[in-house]
């Protein structure tokens, strides 16, 4: 249509809008709702087409929209195959490119078994006024833009944009990278003591190369597949979509190790609270507010970073030769003011305020230090033992360590197992390679007879202590006997002896 075309347009436009006008005061209101419908269908009848834009910045603050985010990552599956003109970036690891439309491009997308189509056009609005900036050029608009026949407007507000939106989001939780949060830093910042820092999570373990039975480890997926498929039920239920996990044991035994698998399982990211650096309650409602969802938020040690009466001290002693020879993270006079309760309340209320899909993990070598407050059901969901290593953990790692599942030691090795408690850790130091000259069955030979070794010393170890102990034992006993009745006759005889003096 050429301008004359588009002028002549316009003014039959206003002259119908100017009689409408005419036209409602004289009329009865339904007979001015007929016109507008009348005037509606007219105006489509020219021009069918409606549009959606949707911003890339929104709101007040200029946050990056959801929405925008997936419909890019949407149309970048779909306008590779379509688009004429593409721009390819590296992806965020630089493996491989990514492939999104260049702006302007535009590509058709058919739903509802074609019966539907629409158009996604990429547009870039430049500046109006070019001005000098250290910052990211915040005037430079980009948006998406779709169009579709106004016939098919329910379906697509109904159902294709759902589905654009779905797809999209899904396509980006899968190739986005895990992340490792933590709120400390070795820089004495404040800004670092309120926010989190993150780096990508690269950590491999994983369920596989977890040590333990295999009976507890199926529980243990079971539990969180659960979870993870659980939305609606918790909504059902009426509960936020949380659950948390006790993880104890001794040092050594897989704690650390467990999360990042649970982790690489639901590929969550990590929250590292380290609470002795959280200043008091409102930093931690601050910190905790600022999770997303898909998370797992650890609290390691939790006996020794929240002392029960609200004061804390242990995990500074435990501290304090890492803290001599670094400075401190906090002043003396500023320490950490966290208690049971802010934490507690945290975990009730404002968690479920605050979205869902989120899990909580704390850790201890000394479960029964907990408040049960704490751990009660509800709070920590699940308590799992993490314990010495048994046959069933050796063979997991014997397997990833050595590539083998059977061999001649294996027995002794079981034999001794059911006797002495050893770390995993310790199994695992074992059964690490140390050259790089010997064949494959020459290390498993090595590593085994090693292991063996380690455990006899062990089990030798062990016998000594307990001999002392008993040794201690008896020794006790026999002072308690030789004390015990006499002593008490000689005290209650003296006692008699001074009295009488006095008197
Ligand atoms: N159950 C296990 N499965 C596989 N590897 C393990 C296991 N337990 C320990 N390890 C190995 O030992 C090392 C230490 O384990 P991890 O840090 O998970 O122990 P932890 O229980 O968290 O100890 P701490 O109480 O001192 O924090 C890990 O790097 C891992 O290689
Ligand atoms: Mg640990």
Same mark, same amino acid.
């Given at each position: 249509m050429g301008a004359m075309g588009l002028a002549g347009l316009g003014s039959t436009l206003a002259s119908l809008m100017f009689l409408f006008a005419v036209a409602r005061q004289y009329f009865p209101f339904n007979l001015e709702d007929l016109l507008?419908?009348?005037?509606? #269908?007219?105006? *489509?009848?020219? *021009?069918? *087409? &409606? +549009? /959606?834009?949707f911003p890339e910045f929104t709101g007040e603050h200029l946050k990056r929209s959801e929405a925008y985010s997936c419909i890019e990552s949407y149309l970048i599956s779909t306008s590779t195959s379509k688009a004429r003109s593409l721009r390819a970036e590296f992806g965020k690891d630089s493996s491989n490119l $990514?492939?999104?439309?260049? +702006? %302007?491009?535009? $590509?058709?997308?058919?739903?509802? =078994? =074609?019966? /539907?189509r629409v158009w996604w056009s990429s547009i870039k609005s430049e500046p109006q006024t070019p001005r000098f900036s250290f910052y990211p050029e915040t005037q430079e608009h980009r948006f998406y833009k779709l169009t579709f026949h106004h016939r098919h407007r329910n379906t697509v507000i109904e159902r294709y944009l759902k589905h654009v939106l779905e797809s999209g989001k899904a396509a980006l939780i899968k190739k986005r990278q895990r992340r490792l949060y933590t709120n400390v830093s070795h820089r004495d910042d404040e800004w670092r003591k309120l926010h989190w820092s993150h780096v990508t999570f690269e950590r491999q373990a994983s369920f596989d190369t977890v040590a333990m039975h295999p009976d507890k480890k199926r529980e243990i997926i079971e539990d969180l597949n659960a979870f993870k498929a659980g939305k609606e039920y918790y909504a059902r239920i009426g509960k936020a979509w949380k659950r948390g996990y006790l993880l104890y044991g001794p040092p050594g035994t897989g704690k650390s190790t467990m999360i990042a698998a649970m982790a690489k399982y639901l590929d969550y990211d990590i929250y590292d609270l380290e609470l002795t650096a959280v200043k008091d309650n409102s930093a931690l409602r601050k910190l905790l507010i600022e999770t997303t969802g898909k998370s797992i938020i650890v609290i390691e040690d939790i006996d020794c970073s929240l002392d029960l %009466? =609200? %004061?804390? #001290? #242990?995990?500074e002693e435990k501290k304090e030769e890492e803290k001599k020879e670094s400075p401190p993270e906090m002043p003396k006079e500023e320490t950490s003011k966290v208690t049971l309760s802010g934490l507690l309340n945290f975990i009730d209320g404002l968690w479920s305020a605050c979205g869902g899909e989120r899990i909580i993990v704390f850790t201890t070598n000394y479960v029964e230090k907990l408040d049960p407050a704490l751990i009660r059901r509800g709070r920590m969901d699940k308590h799992i033992e993490l314990s010495y290593c048994n046959f069933e953990g050796f063979m997991v790692f014997a397997k990833n360590y050595l590539g083998i599942e059977k061999h001649k030691l294996f027995e002794k090795i079981q034999c001794l197992l059911g006797e002495v408690q050893i770390t995993p850790a310790d199994v695992a130091e074992n059964l690490m390679t140390k050259t790089s000259s010997r064949g494959v069955e020459e290390d498993a030979n090595a590593c085994l007879e =090693?292991? &063996?070794?380690?455990l006899e010393k062990a089990k030798e170890d062990a016998t000594i202590r307990a001999l002392e102990k008993a040794k201690e034992d008896v020794i006790a006993s026999k002072e308690e006997v030789e004390v015990g009745p006499n002593m008490e006759e000689r005290k209650s005889g003296e006692l008699c002896k001074k009295e009488k003096v006095s008197d």
């Open positions: 507008l419908r009348r005037l509606l #269908k007219f105006t *489509y009848r020219i *021009y069918p *087409y &409606i +549009h /959606v834009s $990514v492939f999104s439309m260049e +702006h %302007s491009e535009e $590509v058709t997308d058919d739903f509802d =078994g =074609g019966k /539907v %009466s =609200g %004061s804390r #001290k #242990k995990k =090693g292991l &063996i070794q380690t």
